[in-house]
């Protein structure tokens, strides 16, 4: 299983993990596919062989197919240059989930049908941010309710014609690893989420759910003894979490008119680079990889550097938007996005709604604010040893990720 630094086998299921596809293509456009799994991420191999794969088959471009991770810490592992000891990867598992992805994708390109689109948001809370400053400076991994957290809860529904039933896409900024030490799978709070929506709507309703800025939250809960707001880390209370989370949503639904979204689907995509401090000299990885704790993830990330000792100071990062006729942008961003990024992507968007999908594509590194990256605590350092990246980012980071979303959104402007 993949998602902790710690040794775990799943032993039977908890909640199902899913893999979903939606296909969307306006009058005047083509198709667009959303393809989502209860996976920690995706590997950018992954990535680019079902990119490949569709726009052979149908023609479809690269921009116009998005996959999103739920980023459930109780799924198998999937990332070919992730950490082994935190999301090391089982090949058979993604030849099986690849295969089921383009099949998924065959099936809801096949049952294209007529269908009205519309979108509303809501701000909510199942957690709190987990970086806690202490009164010397220091960052601890803690809950912290007056952090950061980007309550944005964007939902696209779908209401499709004939005897074919709704179809509701939400969105939560959280992490899903909230089930304690299960030996189990489990799709975590978003399974929850689903299972709620589908069985309050009913007629053949389906759900989705999509990732947000949510790389520095955590679901919490305040405890009933001493008062505090406490991480949840319990299968039970996680459902709960979720269902809790679709009822919110669900309220929205009956109480507030959401937008119509009419007119041309468009998408496009911008890359530009991010880049690495200097890596530890090789006297200094050959002493973690060699006398550091044998069931360290440090002493993993240090063993897998020295294999792959040339590894870039840069790496390419990606964004994608689609924009839905002149109501709504669709900005997905790759990697564990944190979550001051949300509010500040969402303020470019041209158009009067704005929604982020992260842990979009290639997850590959935390994407902290330079805020973030000069406090420090995991977001800001150490977690580049989780994805085999050979150090932190630079200060320039906010710097470097903005324009490429701003070069991303201003080739939607070029359209009508």
Same mark, same amino acid.
């Not at 592992?77 to 090391?88: D, E, K, S």
């Not at 009164?135 to 309550?151: L, Q």
């Given at each position: 299983m993949g998602g902790f630094a710690y040794e775990r086998y799943a032993e039977g299921g908890g909640t199902p993990l899913r893999a979903q596809a939606l296909a969307i293509r306006s009058l005047k456009g083509g198709a667009a596919l959303l393809l989502c799994a209860d996976i920690q991420g995706?590997?950018?191999?992954?990535?680019?062989?079902?990119?490949?794969?569709?726009?052979?088959?149908? +023609?479809?471009?690269?921009? @116009? !197919?998005?996959? /999103?991770?739920?980023?459930?810490?109780?799924?198998?592992?999937?990332?070919?240059?992730?950490?082994?000891?935190?999301?090391?990867?089982?090949?058979?598992?993604?030849?099986?989930?690849?295969?089921?992805?383009?099949?998924?994708?065959?099936?809801?390109?096949?049952?294209?049908?007529?269908?009205?689109?519309?979108?509303?948001?809501?701000?909510?809370?199942?957690?709190?941010?987990?970086?806690? +400053?202490?009164?010397?400076? @220091? !960052?601890?991994? /803690?809950?912290?309710?007056?952090?950061?957290?980007?309550?944005?809860?964007?939902?696209?529904?779908?209401?499709?014609?004939?005897k074919a039933g709704p179809i509701l896409l939400v969105g939560h900024a959280c992490h899903p690893s909230s089930s304690g030490k299960i030996a189990g799978w489990s799709a975590d709070y978003p399974g929850g989420l689903r299972e709620q929506l589908e069985n309050r709507l009913g007629h053949n309703t389906r759900a989705l759910f999509v990732m947000g800025c949510g790389a520095d939250a955590k679901v919490a809960h305040r405890d009933n003894v001493s008062g505090k707001t406490v991480f949840t880390a319990d299968p039970v209370a996680s459902q709960a979490s979720g269902r809790l989370l679709a009822d919110q949503v669900l309220n929205h639904l009956a109480t507030q008119a959401l937008i119509p979204l009419a007119g041309q689907l468009t998408c496009r995509m911008a890359g530009g680079f991010l880049t690495f401090n200097k890596p530890p000299a090789r006297r200094t990885l050959e002493k973690m990889a060699y006398e550091g704790k044998p069931e360290h993830y440090a002493t993993w990330w240090a063993r897998q550097l020295l294999v792959s000792p040339d590894f870039p100071l840069r790496r390419e990062w990606r964004v994608q938007a689609w924009r839905f006729g002149q109501q709504l942008t669709l900005i997905a961003l790759e990697g564990e996005v944190c979550s001051p990024y949300g509010p500040l992507v969402r303020a470019l968007a041209r158009t009067p709604a704005a929604m982020i999908v992260a842990y979009a594509n290639c997850t590959w590194a935390y994407i902290p604010t330079r805020q973030i990256y000069r406090e420090g605590g995991y977001e800001g350092g150490d977690s580049f040893k989780a994805f085999l990246n050979p150090a932190p980012f630079t200060p320039k980071i906010e710097k470097e990720v903005m324009p490429i979303v701003k070069k991303a959104l201003a080739r939607l402007s070029t359209i009508g």
């Open positions: 995706f590997d950018q191999t992954t990535v680019e062989r079902l990119r490949r794969a569709l726009g052979k088959k149908y +023609k479809i471009p690269p921009e @116009a !197919i998005l996959l /999103a991770a739920s980023h459930t810490h109780f799924g198998p592992g999937t990332l070919l240059r992730g950490n082994y000891l935190c999301c090391g990867p089982n090949p058979w598992y993604l030849v099986k989930l690849e295969a089921q992805l383009l099949s998924l994708a065959d099936t809801a390109l096949a049952s294209l049908a007529p269908a009205e689109l519309s979108y509303g948001a809501l701000a909510t809370a199942i957690g709190c941010n987990r970086r806690l +400053k202490d009164d010397k400076g @220091a !960052i601890h991994f /803690a809950p912290n309710p007056e952090g950061s957290y980007d309550r944005h809860t964007p939902i696209i529904h779908i209401e499709r014609r004939g």
